[in-house]
Every structure is written in structure tokens, then in C-alpha cells.
């Protein structure tokens, strides 16, 4: 019985020191463990030891739930010790992540973390993983780092976390906060005093050289009876989640350096938690996105409606609203046009820019004018005029489809005429010469359009600027004549005392050149001289014949009829094919058209009728031209001898109208 009691004593021995814990380890979570949990301490589902959850301002502690003696019975002195541990600390918001957390020896379980409450922590070692962003402390700086705390709220060796590579010494930093889980040492070599903090990535086995390693006499410190554990420290802003995934504890040597991670609990919420920030993060990005692109969208829809609004604006008054079918959008000329691009410039006119354009509902070629027009003055009635006169059909009329004002400009709608204004065409030298068939017919043509203006409408309408650049060729080569009325935009917008006079040198007539008064007379005058430029090839005015009485082109071909010689004035470029009657004719029509005494020009019915061959052309011998003729108009006594002796009420003898005429006269020759 001895032998089996001593035996039974031995086994009951064996059993108790056995039940004596040195050590410990975790490496398949903390599930059944019975660490004591306080605050916001818990264990997931999975295992996973989380310190703290989302609340704010609150601390969570694990500890184990039976302590351990530091203490060597025999000479008191602190044996070594060794624990491990794989953390991740999870940040809810990247820039406020919360608290930091630490690993702890302390001589009961209810620990207060190094840094909360400032009090001393008696007879406590802890290894802080700091985390906390302090923003009124003055260790700014200290955040992410590891330090060693003996007793106290100020660490006794702190150190930027990080580890050094075995395989060149370099220092890596590491990121606490960056929720990957990572691996910690705290090892004590009771020999030595020597404690040492390893910190490293849990894919990195544990580095050579300890982060932080202080040499530290623990006697005073730790008692024999010790609780070792984690706190987390009092979320100041926001949460961070705390989690431990495995742990050992070794008295009296070294934990095995690696867990085994296979085992480890994952980070089920780690992803969780780390989705939730980033889930929000972009619901917020998207909102915040959304709600900038809707500010950008409206600013840029009222920019353009602005912009829309500045560039293609209209001036539309009430007075207006019944020429409305009249009316053109600026949109619609400006699309038409391509945005009056130079490349669809037709010509540069006295009234302005005239654009080729395109309409694209009807597909309908265009001309625009565009019309600067400073004043408003008058424009009631040049619309309702240019409107009237939009109304007017003639196949030798350029016809007038509409407007659109706005401000300072006027824009004036024609049909395209594909061949352009006879002036270039005759005088340009790169153009195919006119045969003499095509120039009668235009010169019927335009005789007949303004025969029309004057007389076939149910109004005089008085063309007043008749020359070849206004007569349009269109692809018939039919002349058809343009800008008619547009003269009288000029004598709504000046002031009467200072009226200029509408039309153009060379074309004006003498009586118009005084009076400033334009009747259907001076529209024949300009037509003469219109006629004569056509069949003679040659501008009214060309300043650059040294022969003084070459100059005017009436003159000349006037000149030429006196010598018998009329037929020398026709265009050289006109070969031998014309007959000379009809070349003839045309001279002599000429020059009565623009014959000094209105009065002894004709009506443009009688024009046409003599051109149709339907009446028979005064005898220009029988008209005395040469009492008349136009040298001697310019000099003084010539010109009162003729206004005296020429009774008509339409022309004043006043002084200043003789001085008018002669500055027009100095204009003239000096141009
Ligand atoms: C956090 O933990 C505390 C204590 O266990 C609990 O009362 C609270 O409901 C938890 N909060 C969350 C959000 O889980
Ligand atoms: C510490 O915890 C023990 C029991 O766990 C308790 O009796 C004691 O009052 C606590 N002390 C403090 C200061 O909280
Ligand atoms: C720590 O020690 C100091 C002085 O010895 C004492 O005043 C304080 O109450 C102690 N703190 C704790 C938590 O035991
Ligand atoms: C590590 O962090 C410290 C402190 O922020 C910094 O001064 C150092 O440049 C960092 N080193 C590397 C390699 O990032
Ligand atoms: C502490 O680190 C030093 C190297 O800095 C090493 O020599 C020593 O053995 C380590 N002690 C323990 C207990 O790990
Ligand atoms: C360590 O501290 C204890 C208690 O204060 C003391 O007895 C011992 O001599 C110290 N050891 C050394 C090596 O200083
Ligand atoms: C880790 O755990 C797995 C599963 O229990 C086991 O197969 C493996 O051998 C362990 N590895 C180590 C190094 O202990
Ligand atoms: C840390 O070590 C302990 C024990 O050696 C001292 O008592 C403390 O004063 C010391 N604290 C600091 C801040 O160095």
C-alpha cells in the first residue's frame, strides 16, 4: 500500500505542479479561453479577441484569468518571461483613428491604461502600441509608436514602429493603424534584466533585432502574483477596432517565435469594418461627386445661357411683334453662316459684311448682311420699309427674306446669288469678259427692276445707290439689283442739317450732289452711268487716266459722241461679234440717263420701251449737251448760268448748296 500511496502522492504532486500554468497559448481563437472581459472587450463568433467596438469614450480589457508568479521562490529575482502577440488595430476613419492599445503586467486585473488618467500605474509593466492621434499633448510625434512603460504614464523607451531587416539591418516603418495584422515580442531575460520589443508583419518572421531593448531591473516592480493582459485606451474621437488574433505566454523561457497563422482567427469584421469606412467613403465620394458635378452642370448651363444669351441675343420690341414672319433668330443666321466664319465672307460692302449662308431646315442659300446701326433712331421705320420692301417680287430684284436686329447691328437677309455683283465681274481681269448678249441683258434687266421700283409698285420706291457693285448676278446671269432702300438708313440715323448723300462717286447726280434730295431722276442719272460702265468695260470715275477729260466716263464717252467717234468708247474685250445699233443704242441711252438736266432724262419706262426696241431714243443732238456738259458744270458761272436758266422748284440756288457741290467735286478728283 506504501509504495501505491507514495506513488499517489507523486501522481497528486505531478498533478498540482502541472497545475501550476506557465504558459499559455492561443493560435485558434479566444473562444472558451475565459479571459476575463471588461468594458468594451468581447469575443467574436470566430474567436477573434476585440478590445473595443464602435463606441467612443470607452476602454475594453482582457486579461487572463489566473496569474502568474514572476518571482523565483528561492532569490525573488524576476524570472524570464516571454509572450507574443498578432494584433490588427482598425481604423474607422483614416484621419481619426482613434486609440492605441497595450500589452500589460500589472498586479490585478483592473489595469488603467498608461496614457488616460496620468495617475501612476504602481508595480505595472506595459508595452503601449500607440496608436492615438493626440492632439493636445505635445507628443504629436509620438503617435505610432511602441514604447515601454515601467510604472508610469511617460514611456521609458519609445520608439517609431517599425522593424529592422535580418538581411541588411534596415529599418522598415510600419503603420499600427494600417489593419494588417502584425506580430508582437515582448521577451525579458531575467539574467540580463534585459527587455526587449520585437514588432513585425506577420508574413516576416520575427527580426533578429528588437525594436526596443532596455535593460530594466523588474525586482521592485513586479511582484510575484501578476496578471498580464490588454487594455485599449479611451477612444478620444473616433473608434479604432482593437482585435487579437493569437497569443502566447511563457514564463522561465521563450514562446515558440511563430503562431501559427494558418490557425489564426481571421478578420472576418477586419474586412467588415474596413468596407463599412470605404462603403461609406464612397457613398459619400459619389454624393459629394454628384452634388459637385450638378453645381458644375448648373454653373456651366447658366454660363452658356449667359453666354447663349450675349452671343446670340436679339433686340425684339413690341413694335416689331408684326414682322415677326419677317424675323430671322440670330441662332439660326449665326448656324447658317457657321458662325459668320470669314470663310463664308461674300464681300465687304458699304453697309457692311455680307456672309454666305446655309438654311438648314429649307436648305436654302443665303445672303447675310450684317448692318452696324449705332442708332435706334429711326429704326421703327426703316424695319417697317425694308419689311414693305421685303414684299416686292421681281426677277431682277435680289429678294429680301427677312431680318434680325440686335443690338448695334441689323441683319439683313437676301437670296444667294451664286455669280456675284456685276462690278467685279466686269472689272475683275481674271474673270471671263461679258459678251455683248449678256451685258444688254443685264442691262434690260436692271432697267426693267428698276422700272419696276418706280413705277410698277403701288409706292415710288427710289433704289438711290444704283451702281454695277449692286446689281447681283444670279446663276442665269440675270442682274438683279440689291440694297434698294437700304439708303434710308443713312437718313434715319444722321442728322438732316448734315444729311450725307446716299450713293455712290460717279453715280450721283448733279442736282442730287446740291440738294441732297434723291427722286427718281437720280436714279436714271445712275443708271446712265451704270449702263455706260457696262457697255464701256470701264469704272465712272478712273483716276488713273492721265487724259483729264478721259477721267469721267461720261465725259469721255460724251466726248467720243461729239467727235462721231462714239462706238471707240465700247469695251476692247468685246470682240467684233456685236452689232453695232444695239451698241449704239445703249451709248446714246447712257448718256441720256445721265444727262445734267434731270429733266431731260427719261423715265425708266421710256428706258425699257427704247431697249425693247418699242419706242424710239430721243435725238441726242437735239438735247444740246453741249451747253450743258459736266466740265462745264463744275465752274461757277457755267453752273449759275445753268441754275439760272433752268426753272425748276426742285433746285434750290442758294449759296451753300453751290460750295456743297463743289466740295463734292474736290472729293471727287482727289479720290
Ligand atoms: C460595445 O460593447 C458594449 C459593451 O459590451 C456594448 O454594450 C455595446 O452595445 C457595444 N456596441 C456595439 C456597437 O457593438
Ligand atoms: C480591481 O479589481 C478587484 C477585483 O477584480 C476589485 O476588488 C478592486 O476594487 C479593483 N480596484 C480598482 C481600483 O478598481
Ligand atoms: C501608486 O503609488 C503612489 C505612491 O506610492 C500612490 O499614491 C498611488 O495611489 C498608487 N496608485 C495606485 C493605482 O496604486
Ligand atoms: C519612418 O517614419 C519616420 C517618422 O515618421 C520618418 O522620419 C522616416 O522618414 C520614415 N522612414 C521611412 C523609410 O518611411
Ligand atoms: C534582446 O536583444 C538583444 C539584441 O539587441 C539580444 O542580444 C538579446 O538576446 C535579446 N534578449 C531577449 C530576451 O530576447
Ligand atoms: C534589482 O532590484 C532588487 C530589489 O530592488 C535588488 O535587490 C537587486 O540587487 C537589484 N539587482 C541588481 C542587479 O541591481
Ligand atoms: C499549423 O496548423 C496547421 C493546422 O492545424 C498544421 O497542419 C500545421 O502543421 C501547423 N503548423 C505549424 C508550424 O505548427
Ligand atoms: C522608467 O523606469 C522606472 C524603473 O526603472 C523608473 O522608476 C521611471 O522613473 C522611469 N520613467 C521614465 C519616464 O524614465
Known sequence: MQPLKVLLWILMAELATSATVDSFIFTNGFTGSKLILDGLASITENGLLRLTNDTKQSTGHAIYPTPFHFLQPSTGKVVSFSTTFVFAIIPQDPVYYGHGMAFFIAPTPNFSYPDDDGDISNHTVSVELDAMQNFDIDDIDSSNHMGIFINGVKSNLSRYAGYFDDRNGEFHNLSLVSGEPMQVWVDYDGGEMKLNVTLSPIQIPKPKRPLLSMVVNLSSILFNSMYVGFASSTGTLVASDHCI???????????????????????????????????????????????????????????????????????????????????????????????????????????????KGLLPKSNTQIAVKRVSHESRQGMTEFIAEIVTLGQLRHRNLVQFLGYCRRKGELLLVYDYMPNGNLGSFLHCKDRPALNWPQRLHIIKGVASGLE???????????????????????????????????????????????????????????????????????????????????????????????????????????????KGKILDSIDQRL???????????????????????????????????CLNGDAQLPALSSLSFSNFDLPALQQNDGFDK??????????????????????????????
Not at 291 to 302: D, P
Not at 487 to 495: E, I, N, Q, S, V
Open 245 to 355: 488574433l493569437g497569443w502566447s505566454f511563457k514564463l522561465n523561457g521563450l514562446v515558440p517565435e511563430a503562431l501559427n497563422i494558418s490557425t489564426l482567427p481571421s478578420l472576418p469584421e477586419h474586412a467588415a469594418i474596413k468596407e463599412k469606412p470605404k462603403y461609406l467613403t464612397t457613398i459619400w465620394l459619389t454624393v459629394g461627386s454628384l452634388f459637385l458635378l450638378m453645381g458644375m452642370a448648373i454653373a456651366v448651363i447658366l454660363i452658356m445661357v449667359r453666354r447663349r444669351r450675349i452671343k446670340f441675343g436679339e433686340l425684339v420690341e413690341d413694335w416689331e411683334l408684326q414682322y415677326s414672319t419677317h424675323r430671322f433668330s440670330y441662332k439660326t443666321l449665326f448656324k447658317a453662316t457657321k458662325g459668320f466664319n470669314d470663310k463664308q465672307l461674300l464681300g465687304v460692302g458699304g453697309f457692311g459684311k455680307v456672309y
Open 452 to 562: 419696276y421700283l418706280h413705277e410698277d409698285w403701288e409706292q415710288v420706291v427710289i433704289h438711290r445707290d444704283i451702281k454695277t457693285n449692286n446689281v447681283l448676278l444670279d446663276s442665269e446671269l440675270n442682274g438683279r439689283l440689291s440694297d434698294f432702300g437700304l439708303a434710308r438708313l443713312y437718313d434715319h440715323d444722321t442728322d438732316p442739317q448734315t444729311t450725307k448723300i446716299a450713293g455712290t462717286m460717279g453715280y450721283i447726280a448733279p442736282e442730287l450732289a446740291r440738294t441732297g434730295r434723291p427722286t427718281t431722276l437720280t436714279d436714271v442719272f445712275a443708271f446712265g452711268v451704270f449702263v455706260l460702265e457696262v457697255a464701256c468695260g470701264r469704272r465712272p470715275l478712273d483716276l488713273k487716266l492721265k487724259d483729264d477729260n478721259q477721267i469721267v466716263l461720261v465725259d469721255w464717252v460724251l466726248e467720243n459722241w461729239k
Open 575 to 609: 470682240g467684233d461679234e456685236h452689232i453695232v445699233d444695239e451698241m449704239k443704242l445703249v451709248l446714246e441711252l447712257g448718256l441720256l440717263c445721265s444727262h445734267p438736266l434731270p429733266a431731260l432724262r427719261p423715265s425708266m419706262k421710256q428706258v425699257v420701251q
Open 642 to 671: 445753268y441754275v439760272l436758266s433752268y426753272p425748276s422748284s426742285s433746285i434750290p440756288s442758294s449759296e451753300s448748296n453751290i460750295a456743297d457741290f463743289r466740295s463734292i467735286s474736290i472729293e471727287e478728283q482727289s479720290m
